[in-house]
């Protein structure tokens, strides 16, 4: 039976509906960044992601070529994730009665009545997305089985893999929690993730180099929004 990595590792895949601390160790990824939003039918996001797939079925499918891996194993394809950021986002309102980076709906105008601010991401502005989208790598491949991945899927897909990236990422200790949902309604998670971790003694760590993340479990093109699954986890540190 192949490898399973949200069986096998379900603390990190499959948490549960309320919030939990982690320490996630570090990762490689199959990585390709970009910006815009990500619902726009053919933009890059969309792109991005047959770009992702395109990299992870041929290191997967490896086993049936001459290119051999050390310590190859089968498995199963890790679930697509992303860590997004905005550069900039407007501040809350004064009178929301949120907690810092921390609100939902609040707002001083009619103009901005439906925003949605949660650790510095306003959802309503999906068109300054930053974002990196990722899959996981399994542990034996290395550097030099990812560039052979990379020349292999240009030669036989014809097509251009230079933006897919190898990406080391460290992401330590974290908050995080199972939304099942549509992703416009990620903020009341968010809200509760945060006030868990100050209850436990931690505060918010977004910075540049640790972003807000999404695992997402579920197809969004074959499961309702309001059944989606997705882990959101944010780095944390003790206050």
Known sequence: MAFDYKKEYKEFYMPKGTPSIVTVPKMNYIAVKGSGDPNVE??????????????AFTIKMSKKGDHKIDGY????????????WQDSAPEKSNDSGAGENNTSGAS???????RKIVGGI????????NWISVIRLPDFVTKEDFDWAIAEA?????????????????EGLCV????IG?????????????????????????NEKRLHH???LSDARKVAPERLKTVIRHPIRKA
């Open 154 to 170: 240009t030669t036989k897909k014809k097509t251009d893999f230079s933006k897919v990236e190898f990406l080391t990422y460290d």
């Open 122 to 129: 306003d959802y309503t502005r999906k068109d300054d997305f």
């Open 42 to 55: 053919g933009g890059e996001y969309k792109q991005a992601i047959g770009l992702l797939y395109g990299i």
């Open 73 to 84: 194993f089968d498995y199963v394809v890790p679930p697509l994730e992303g860590f997004w």
């Open 182 to 206: 549509s992703y416009d309604d990620e903020p009341a998670t968010v809200e509760a993730m945060h006030q868990f971790m100050e209850e436990m003694g931690y505060i918010l760590d977004i």
């Open 176 to 179: 995080q929690c199972m939304h």
């Open 108 to 114: 001083e105008n009619n103009a901005s009545a439906n």
């Open 214 to 216: 999404e695992i997402y």
